[in-house]
């Protein structure tokens, strides 16, 4: 890349683009906090909360994220372009430590009423001009019409639909109040991480990975998870919190779930809850704050798995997805939604390599991976180590097979009797990380895998 005069490039070591679009994101006011009077001391200097995980979800997802910025600090000789600098470094680590990574940042020193001469210029790179991101599509062979602009103020979101990026205003920093250009935003979102969600929805549904046959998981919109377990052999960690509560890394368990789920675009969340239920309840409310519409069913008496489903039956009308509260998972929900359809079962059940069999249900299937024996099993049986794991999709007739009011449990009433009926189940295969957190080694494991990296969360 040429260097330029009074502009300051950082591009991420080995950047490599791996789509053709990109997400550019605004500094002050979108990553940063605005200060009243600019940006030329430390002590003003901070992160936006959600900034780090907002960027992180993009980083996940391999979607490239520029930070594209004005900054007339210079120019007013307010301090040197050193300074600058070492803010850009100084906000690659704060999002570092939260493991978020910024692909390039890009800042246009010029200004047309500079006091320092050297800066004087009405910079093709200035916001609302367009030159900057002119540029990086150039260098990185990117489609800004598939790209996204978050800004605050009305020089980014001019610039944006000038150039056709999809624009976002956010309502930190200016908020869109600086009246210096007039325009309607497209979108307008709270901060930078309902503003990220929104783009990883979109494009989850648009850029899927498997186009030929992504309309079937439109209809996938819902899912209930199993929150009810009492986590006896967990205690006494479960005697204050439920189980689904407990922290791996920095969250719940079931807020990595319920993330998962809307990164798959399903967003009406039902939560079967019954020992400490409420305090589920207390932590994500309706669900807002996640991008979700999260809706409670509290058992009054313990009715299994499949037992504490069937009192939703009259909100599954279509195809949805059942996920065990206690464990913890990576899995592909869009491609094991595709496989489910083309397969055309009753059910699918997620299914990996085990390696405690003696107490998991094991999954013996065909060469079409129609499931023909589902058992629990003893010392001396001959079987393959592949056994069930927490994900489970499912038609709503099978729900037709739950007794009403009854304890009724999915591994050792609901899945055997569907196949007794001879109701087609399918197993779909993953080496994608799942892996249940139900008894202390099992949680330590977790806990390691998760600071390992191994789960990505
Ligand atoms: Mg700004
Ligand atoms: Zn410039």
Redesign the pocket.
């Known amino acids: 890349m040429k260097r330029q005069l009074c502009h300051l490039i950082d591009i991420r070591r080995n950047f490599k683009p791996q789509k053709d679009w990109a997400v550019f994101l ?5 990553v940063i906090k ?1 200060t009243p009077k600019l940006l030329y001391d430390f002590k003003d200097f901070f992160v936006i909360p959600q900034a780090a995980e907002a960027i992180r979800l993009l980083n996940k997802e391999n979607i490239p994220v520029f930070l594209t ?1 004005n900054q007339t600090v210079v120019a007013r000789g307010l301090c040197d372009e050193k300074f600058v600098s070492k803010t850009h470094k100084k906000i690659k680590k704060e999002l570092a430590k939260s493991n978020a990574f910024l692909d390039g940042i890009f800042c246009c020193l010029h200004s047309p009423r500079a006091d320092v001469k050297k800066y004087r210029l009405d910079c093709r790179w200035r916001k609302p001009k367009t030159g900057m991101f002119e540029f990086i599509a150039e260098e990185f062979k990117l489609n800004l019409k598939k790209s996204f602009l978050i ?3 009305t020089r ?1 979101i001019l610039a944006a639909q000038k150039i056709r990026i999809k624009d976002i205003l956010v309502l930190t ?2 908020a869109g109040k600086d009246n210096l250009y007039r325009f309607k935003p497209t979108l307008i979102k709270k901060d930078i991480l309902e503003a990220i969600r929104h783009i990883i929805y979109v494009s989850g549904v648009r850029d899927c990975r498997y186009k030929r046959t992504s309309k079937c998981f439109k209809n996938i919109k819902k899912a209930v998870i199993l929150c009810g377990g009492r986590g006896k052999r967990l205690r006494p960690l479960t005697d204050k919190i439920p189980k689904p509560m407990t922290k791996i890394g920095d969250k719940p368990l079931l807020e990595h779930l319920i993330n998962l789920l809307r990164e798959h675009g399903i967003i009406e969340i039902y939560l079967a809850v019954s020992y400490l239920g409420e305090k589920v309840e207390k932590y994500f409310t309706d669900g807002k704050k996640w991008g979700v519409k999260i809706f409670y069913s509290y058992d009054r008496k313990p009715l299994g798995g499949a037992g504490a489903i069937k009192p939703l039956e009259r909100n599954f009308n279509s195809t949805f997805i059942v996920l065990n509260g206690d464990v913890i998972t990576n899995l592909n929900l869009t491609k094991m939604a595709v496989f489910h359809k083309q397969k055309g079962g009753i059910g699918t059940i997620s299914v990996h390599k085990t390696d405690h069999p003696y107490d998991s249900d094991i999954v013996e299937c065909d060469k079409n991976f129609l499931v023909k024996r589902f058992f629990r099993p003893r010392l001396g049986d001959k079987f393959k180590l592949i056994s069930k794991t927490g994900t489970h999709i499912f038609e709503p007739k099978a729900l037709k097979f739950i007794p009403k009011n009854k304890k009724y449990s999915l591994e050792e009433e609901w899945i055997p009797d569907l196949l007794k009926k001879g109701e087609k189940l399918y197993a779909y295969y993953s080496k994608e990380y799942s892996h249940d957190m139900g008894t202390p080694e099992r949680l330590r494991k977790v806990r390691k895998d998760c600071k390992n990296e191994k789960i990505k969360l």
């Not at 605004?26 to 979108?30: A, P």
């Open positions: 605004d500094r002050d006011g979108v605005e910025t800004g605050d103020s980014d920093g200016h």
